[in-house]
């Protein structure tokens, strides 16, 4: 079944991790794509961003989905520049029926400065914003938008924070970003438009799987390795499970996009193997 048949999706971040496993579903399910992706290293992350090549191959596999789709290098901090990639994709496309605001960074490390600080909040809340408000004036009735948040988000604040400014933009951006979706979905609703949300626990990607995050999770070892911290990332959840799979959050992605969900809006979604009721928040 294709439950997206023919529809167009915009997808930022679209170049590798979660982004790109979306892309691949939803061109599998039946939607050309839209991918929108900065390619390029953030300084204050400490860890290589996306790249050209890896753009080229998110449409690579898109295609070999048997989809379109259109690729173009924006920085989500730009609103005119993903206003006019998400413009010259509806023009090559066609249309335009469903959003994910999905690109984001995570600049962890207490060394870090408040530029770390501000940095995520310009791409992590910005940046979403920026994107969701590029696409509206092209979804008619029944357009979906998802916006892509974090456990980060929906867990109180601390007073202790290993993580440093950047840990605390990012989720400073991923709580605003549970507000805007909901304020946004009753204000699109009279026009039968949805947005929700999709929060997960940690997700392999490069995002995580680098050495300074492992450090921040095992600081009593001087190079700690993925296998140092998943247990770490295991004892969070409340399912025996370290770092969900990008395509465990494609698939809850994939079904706030497509009609099954038609009167689901406000929703905050969460893949998080039980996280959020593992800490009691009850979320
Ligand atoms: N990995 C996790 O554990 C995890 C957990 C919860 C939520 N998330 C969220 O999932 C989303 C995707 O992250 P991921 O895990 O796939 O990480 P990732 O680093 O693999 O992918 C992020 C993508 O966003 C792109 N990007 C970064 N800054 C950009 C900018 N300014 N403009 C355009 N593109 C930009 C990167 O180039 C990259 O391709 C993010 O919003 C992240 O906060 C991740």
Redesign the pocket.
Known sequence: MSRLQDKVVAI??A?????RSHAVRCAEEGADVIA????AD?AATGYP??TPE?LAETVRLVEKAGRRAFARR????DGAAVRAAFADGVAQLGRLDAVVA?????AIGADRGVDAFTESVD??LS?AVNTVHAALPHLGAGGSVVV?????GLLPGQGENPGGPGMAGYMFAKRCLVDYVNTLAVQLGPSGRRINAVH????S????LNERMHQVFRPDLDAPGPEDAVPVYESLTALPVG?VE?SDVSHAVVYLLSDESRYVTGLQLKVDGGQIVKAGVGA
Not at 102 to 106: D, S, T, W
Not at 200 to 203: K, M
């Open positions: 930022t971040g170049a590798r991790g979660q982004g929108v992706d900065l390619c953030v961003g996306a890896d924006a920085d989500v901090r999905n690109a984001g960074i995570i791409i992590d940046g892509i948040g974090s456990v980060a997960s626990s940690l997700v990607t490069p995002m995580i770092c990008p």
